[in-house]
């Protein structure tokens, strides 16, 4: 899946008439991690039954109309590849950058797992 395809998605949504603001989340491996360390790959697992009461309990909030998500998990992904597409649909936007935020730090605590490589260590 790819950003395009989940705004398709998006616009293809029965309230879509209701947005007034589609906010989109790309992240991607960086060459260092928070600790400043060179980093030469990442791989994601994901406990999809998490992930899915997440996204069920986001979409309840007000004025939110989608969520949707896509995770490169389960494989080694090297700098520069897209990890997370998150993207979100609401009506004003404050209701959607609010809950963009939320989602995403949520799904990052709970729902996925990540393993980081080093450059002494090979992917």
Do not use: W
């Amino acid at each position: 899946m790819n950003m395009e395809t989940m705004m398709n998605q998006i616009k293809q949504h029965p309230d879509y008439h209701k947005a007034g603001m589609i906010l989109c989340h790309n992240g991607v491996v960086r060459a260092t991690s928070r600790e400043g360390d060179e980093v030469t790959g990442l791989k994601v697992s994901v406990d999809h039954k998490k992930l899915d009461e997440i996204i069920k309990e986001q979409k309840k909030r007000p004025g939110i109309i989608e969520i949707l998500i896509h995770i490169n998990e389960d494989r080694e992904l090297v700098v520069g590849d897209d990890v997370m597409f998150l993207v979100v649909a609401g009506n004003i936007r404050e209701n959607v950058i609010e809950s963009l935020t939320d989602t995403l730090n949520l799904i990052k605590a709970q729902a996925t797992t990540k393993k980081q490589y080093f450059k002494s260590e090979k992917p």
